[in-house]
């Protein structure tokens, strides 16, 4: 947990306080003079006597019991400062801006070790190194700029770049954001943004506490407690927006698998993330207007008003809405009569609903009172107004900001006007502190994200009945690298998933020997290459002995063939599940249209482990080729319930079975009664 002097200190000292604002020490050092701290600030540099009007200590050792350090020193002199703070000065919290640690080499990683070390010993709490600070409605404890005003029903937003932290308040405080603290965690040599979710899962109060958390993350410690504390947080009224960076260079991978090539760190991301319910955002302004979007009431549907007086904005509008999965629905009847009848001639309520450029504030109150009170096809309402520069809109803006206070139904302003009526705007955000869009189609976009987001998963779901004991034996009598066929069939049997009847043979004879035992038609594969159909391993639809023999004979003769498979010819369309082993977030299911199908159109989705049913089939359905599995142009439909259920199985199979690096049914058939793995290659690797 954070240290409560961290949070909430009666005294500060600045260790590296200087005259020169232009420096990190002189610059947090003011930043925390002009905040609305009230205990007592003391400033250490042993070449001053006083420090921007506050006396000036010149080492640690002469300070008094201080609660919070901040240190803007070089970092080989941040140990012995720590040391002292922590072990004489009864010091609780810690904000190191110094940078030379472990970002930089060995020797700077030993230094940061060291210090959190000590501060673990006396149950401290450490920010940084290498960052910006941190501040809260108690004090600013950062060197940055701008310092926006803390709200109690502000953004809290924890950020692994202090710089971007920077970057991203800047973006929102311009457009009327609220912030209530600010977490640039730098290193996190010790608290990581997992940790400071955590606390605030834990320190939630229904009554105080704010509704909104923004992160910035370069990368994932802990993706097991990162989507604890998420769920938790949903499911006691918290929103939460993330970026992670850095997706597009998930390392390099030798492929030996469909389910190797499709995995990677940032798919896993983007299954954490939705599994955890956090609108995954790609940029500042995404983020940011996500988080403002979060800021209005709830949006309970897809159906949105757009209240404008002008076209264009509202056509790119409707075009961004409807292009992702939300409504404007068409108003009629006597009710939109009505309404039409308010307004000037020319206007139109159709939705968009357009006032024309000589629209009135009376007019726009009409309106939204309709959308309010009369038309329940109607969940949210964009009003778009500017100005070309003709008139003042003091009246708009002040009737929109009245709507926004009594209206139940959600009211998003786009106030595109930014130049020609800059000082209504900045009133709006700053007097009446409302957030304004400023550009429609961004809006558009993050309002789909919000309402298009899937609530959370169940941290536990319930898991398919499946074998431990025999998945147990079969792991621990194996050998690393590829399974041999038996094993992978002992291993399907025992997660109760069904699979094709095979046998393999060396010998033309065998082959011969089962083809009449099995009768016709029949499947012959190699046993050996990783990809069967790239080498010409695959024969379906064998109806003679005449073929068996034939292809037998060219089939083992395939580089890296050591055996040949036959089964029966089996029917469906076929379909595929994997499972890949990712570093820190265990393992991905992946699934989606198979054979070939996964090469070309790579329609595939992702869950982590544990996956529930409920999880598998909503994902299934967002499949492009969806409509394939429920039967298009009449063929035979797949059975989505068992499809699910097989995912489960193989979810609960790597479970029982971590040792599993890399799996691959690719191809199941699926028919409206059953799914059946036909072809499966299982990697184990262990420790």
Known sequence: MINPKLLNPKSIVVIGASNDVQKPGGKVFKNLLQSSFSGKVYAINPKET???GVSCFAKVEDLPHVDCAILAIAAKFCPHAVDVLANQKNTGGFIILSAGFSEENEEGKHLEIQIVDIIQKVGGTLIG???????????????????????????????????????????????????????????????????????????????????????????????????????????????????????????????????????????????????????RCHNREELTTVCSIFMHPEVNGKNIAIITHAGGPAVMLTDTLSNNGLEVPHLEGKKADELLAKLYPGSSVANPIDFLATGTAAQLGFIIDACENDFENIDAMAV??????????????????????????????????????????????EKKHRINFPEECVFGNALAKVVNNPKPQPLNPERPKVDREAIRKVIENCENGYLRLDEISALLDAAGISRKQEVQVVKVEDALAISKKMGFPLVMKVVGPVHKSDVGGVVLNVKDEKTVANEFERLIKIKD???????????????????????????????????????????????????????????????????????????????????????????????????????????????????????????????
């Open 384 to 429: 778009i107004f500017g100005s070309p520069g003709l008139f003042p809109n003091w009246d708009v803006y002040e009737m929109l900001h009245n709507k926004m206070k009594t209206c139940k139904k959600p009211i998003f302003p786009i106030l595109p006007s930014i130049l020609n009526v800059k000082e209504e705007i900045a009133d709006f955000i």
């Open 561 to 687: 063939t050591y055996a040949v498979e036959i089964c029966p010819m089996y029917y469906g369309t076929e379909i595929f599940i994997g499972a890949s082993k990712e570093e820190k977030f265990g393992h991905q299911i992946l699934f989606g249209l198979g054979g070939i199908f996964i090469e070309v159109l790579k329609d595939v989705k992702a869950a982590l482990a544990p996956v529930g049913k409920q999880e598998a089939l909503d994902l299934i359905k967002l499949l492009r080729g969806y409509k394939i599995l429920k039967g298009a142009r009449k063929q035979e439909p797949v059975n989505e319930e068992l499809f699910a259920d097989t995912i489960t199985r193989v979810s609960a199979l790597v479970e029982i079975a971590p040792e599993i690096a890399e799996m691959d049914l690719n191809p199941l058939l699926g028919t409206s009664k059953r799914i059946t793995a036909v072809d499966a290659r299982i990697k184990i690797e262990k420790k």
């Open 129 to 279: 190194p290498n960052c910006t600070g941190f501040l809260n409605r108690n004090y600013t404890g950062n060197f940055a700029t701008p310092i926006p005003s803390l709200q109690p029903n502000g953004v809290d937003f924890v950020s692994g770049s202090g710089a971007t932290a920077v970057f991203i308040s800047e973006y929102g405080i311009s457009n009327g954001l609220l912030f209530n603290s600010i977490w640039a965690v730098g290193n996190s040599a010790q608290t990581g943004i997992e940790d400071v979710l955590e606390h605030l899962d834990y320190s939630f109060d229904p009554e105080t506490s704010p509704r909104v958390v923004m992160l910035y993350m370069e990368n994932i410690r802990n993706p097991q407690k990162l989507q604890k504390h998420a769920v938790s947080l949903y499911h006691k009224g918290v929103r939460l927006a993330a970026i992670k960076s850095g997706g597009s260079v998930a390392g390099s991978r030798a492929a030996s698998s469909h389910t190797g090539a499709l995995a990677s760190n940032d798919v896993a991301v983007e299954a954490l993330f939705r599994k955890a319910g956090i609108v």
């Open 50 to 52: 006083q420090v921007q």
